[in-house]
C-alpha cells in the first residue's frame, strides 16, 4: 500500500514549457487534490476532483490544468510555465462525500521555473 | 466560507519545555478540525482531528488538542518536545457536508524550532 504517490520528485522547467505533474492513489479514495506550498502562504488549492469525472477550481488555479484520468489517477498540468509557478506540489486524497476523513499528501514534486 | 488564522509563523521552545501552537478558524457552518505536521521535505501527516465528542483529543507523538467552540480555537500542545518535533505545524479545517462538493482549508503554517 504506497498510500499517495507523485512523480517526478523534482523538475527544472524554462519559461514557457509545458509539462504535467502525476498523483495516484491506491486507497479507493474519490476526492483528489492539487495544492502548491510557497513560504508563509501555506497550501494553496489549486484544484480539486470530488469523484471521477468532476474536477473543481481551487483558490488559485490560473495557469494550470487537470485531469481525472480514472479513480487512482489526478494529473495537473502547466501549458506555459512561468516563474511565478516555482513551488512545492503536492497531491492529496480523501474519501467520499459526507465522511469526515482526513486528506493523505504525496511526497510533493519540487518545481523551479528560470 | 471558511478560515484558518495560525497567529505564529516560528515558535522556539528548548527540548523538554511545553509548547502551545495557536489556531483560531472562522465559519458559518460546523467544521471538523485537524492538525497536520510536515518534517522538512516530506508531504503532510495527520497528527490528529477532532471530529465530536469530547473537546480533548489526542494524537501522535504525545500532541493534543483542545477544541473550544466559543472562541472557535483548536490550539495544540505538547507538555515536553523533543529535538524531533522540530517541523512545520499546519491547522486545517472542513465543512460538515453531507452533499455538494467541500474543500479543506488551511492555515499558513506554524514554525517549531525545538533548541537544544
Known amino acids: 500500500n504506497a498510500g499517495v504517490t507523485q512523480t517526478p520528485k523534482f523538475q527544472v522547467l524554462k519559461t514557457g514549457q509545458s509539462m504535467t505533474l502525476q498523483c495516484a492513489q491506491d486507497m479507493n479514495h474519490n476526492s483528489m487534490y492539487w495544492y502548491r506550498q510557497d513560504p508563509g502562504m501555506g497550501l494553496r488549492l489549486i484544484y480539486y476532483s470530488a469523484s471521477e469525472g468532476t474536477t473543481d477550481k481551487g483558490e488559485v488555479p490560473n495557469g494550470y490544468n487537470v485531469s481525472r484520468l480514472n479513480k487512482r489517477e489526478f494529473s495537473l498540468r502547466l501549458e506555459s510555465a512561468a516563474p511565478s509557478q516555482t513551488s512545492v506540489y503536492f497531491c492529496?486524497?480523501?474519501?467520499?462525500?459526507?465522511?469526515?476523513?482526513?486528506?493523505?499528501f504525496g511526497p510533493g514534486t519540487r518545481l523551479t521555473v528560470t | 466560507a471558511q478560515s484558518v488564522t495560525q497567529l505564529d509563523s516560528q515558535v522556539p521552545v528548548f527540548e523538554e519545555a511545553p509548547v502551545e501552537l495557536r489556531c483560531n478558524y472562522s465559519s458559518s457552518v460546523s467544521v471538523y478540525l485537524f492538525w497536520y505536521v510536515q518534517y522538512p521535505n516530506q508531504g503532510l501527516q495527520l497528527l490528529l482531528k477532532y471530529l465530536s465528542g469530547s473537546t480533548l483529543v489526542k494524537g501522535i507523538n504525545g500532541f493534543e488538542a483542545e477544541f473550544n467552540k466559543s472562541q472557535t480555537s483548536f490550539h495544540l500542545r505538547k507538555p515536553s518536545v523533543h529535538i524531533s518535533d522540530t517541523a512545520e505545524y499546519f491547522c486545517a479545517v472542513r465543512p460538515f457536508m453531507t452533499s455538494g462538493t467541500y474543500k479543506y482549508i488551511f492555515g499558513t503554517g506554524t514554525r517549531l524550532k525545538v533548541l537544544a
Open positions: 492529496a486524497s480523501s474519501e467520499a462525500l459526507g465522511r469526515a476523513y482526513e486528506q493523505y
